[in-house]
């Protein structure tokens, strides 16, 4: 899925960026994504910002965009097949597994994704992508623009008690894994690198 590395490489945020970006700033940018109007309302949370590639954006309920919700579902029957950490690192992202789930044909997988020369992000892979003739395959893509990169408790308790520092099952192909520690320590080298650059 090429247009879902392509937007979130155009709208990542600058290496050395403080703060987290709002609705309008990532709308002001050149990205594949089709906005689309969608005013802040308490009866949804997160609302549908726009369309990627035959499938949802979604965003937190407010002008500040902590981060972006990327789904698709597919055909009855049919999987998608799709390989996130394949189709970033074709655009030079640099990939590291963080947590994982037990994942057969469900789970979700936790990355820190270095977009080239853009601050590191948090990224959720949840994939239902085998399924039976009559169910849908799905998934759903979370990408944190504000910079943190949660701890595994914080990730247990946003209700997913599977997660473990466990990745070795390689779901997507080999990948390095990292601490958290270690992503922190890379988020604050990349910033520093920057402003050390200028």
Known sequence: MD??????????????????????????????????????SAAETPRTVGKLAGGTVLAPNADVVSELTFEWDGPPGQPFGFN??????????????????????????????????????????????????????????????DGHIPSLAEVQADEDTEATTDCSTETFGPVEQISHAEAEAFVRSRASATQGSR
């Open 3 to 40: 247009a879902l590395a392509e937007t979130l490489l155009a709208l990542a945020p600058e290496a050395n960026a403080a703060g987290t970006p709002t609705i309008a700033a990532l709308r002001a940018k050149d990205s594949p994504v089709r906005w689309i109007d969608a005013p802040p």
């Open 84 to 145: 996130p950490v394949q189709a970033l690192r074709s655009k030079g992202f640099e990939v590291q597994a963080l947590y994982c789930s037990p994942m057969v044909s469900e789970g979700t997988n936790y990355f820190l994704v270095a977009p080239p020369g853009k601050r590191p992000g948090f990224l959720a892979v949840y994939a239902f992508d085998a399924p039976l003739a009559i169910s849908i395959a799905s998934w759903s893509i979370r990408y944190r623009l």
